[in-house]
């Protein structure tokens, strides 16, 4: 888990920051009217505009594939990635620089996803969100893409109808069904041939997803490491900032808190 470091307390409009004394060249707090002051960061902005100005493609795409609208963008130079978090709980990772067109889904967080950082030396996205959990994860492990969901009037595993089918629901005199699909091969399937749920680490979901029966079975035969830590930030989280130098974190959470936080054990 993070670990706050002790500190010293800072009144300012009638609300206390406990602030680490050697962290103050990180921000300065700017009250307003009484309201939750803003944290003015020293380091660079994320340059989301530069991204979409140059990618201007990938970027579309990308707020096409988030069911809800985008809260935050990063973009690392280096390995030329492109990271998005939505209102739809999901982190998306647009492979810029293997020009390939490759498109990563990282899927841990239960809330809105609110915040991204990227730590160059360890190779971690770092995602905060409103479930106040902050995530790390492996960016340099051989993750897969997941597959795209494919179209199907019948179950592709026991050809029953799904409700709109209404042609086969005539032909096989019984009422169409609800339609799924396996988050491994991206079939169509009934419900009855994917009652099973599995985590799949290397395609972005680290908790148990839906699949259908025989992937479940192939799952099960093979090694599924986690590829993500999480951690319990105690509070809804609408901003974070990284030094990675100092290793510290700091969080704004919606308690009117700010928080630094220490990285050390985590990178020990």
Known sequence: MLSPKTATACHSCGITYHIKPELWPLFSLKPTNGSFPQAKISSSPIIARRAAKEWADTTLRLHALHSTEI??????????????GACDQSVIVWDVGGKRGTIYELQGHSNKVSALSY?????????????????????????????????????????????WNFRSMMDQKQLGIRQHHCRHCGKAVCDNCSTNRINIPIMGFEFDVRTCDPCYKQLQTVERPSLASFNDAKHSIIYMDLDEDRKRLLTVGQDRLIKIWDLSNIWA
């Open 119 to 163: 730590a160059n030396q360890t190779q971690q996205l770092i995602s905060c969100g409103e479930d106040s959990v902050v995530v790390f994860w492996e960016m340099n492990a051989m993750r897969k893409e997941v597959p795209g969901w494919v179209e199907s009037n019948n179950c592709q595993l026991c050809s029953r109808p799904f409700f």
């Open 71 to 84: 809260r935050c963008l990063r973009w690392v130079e280096g390995p030329q990635l492109l990271f998005s």
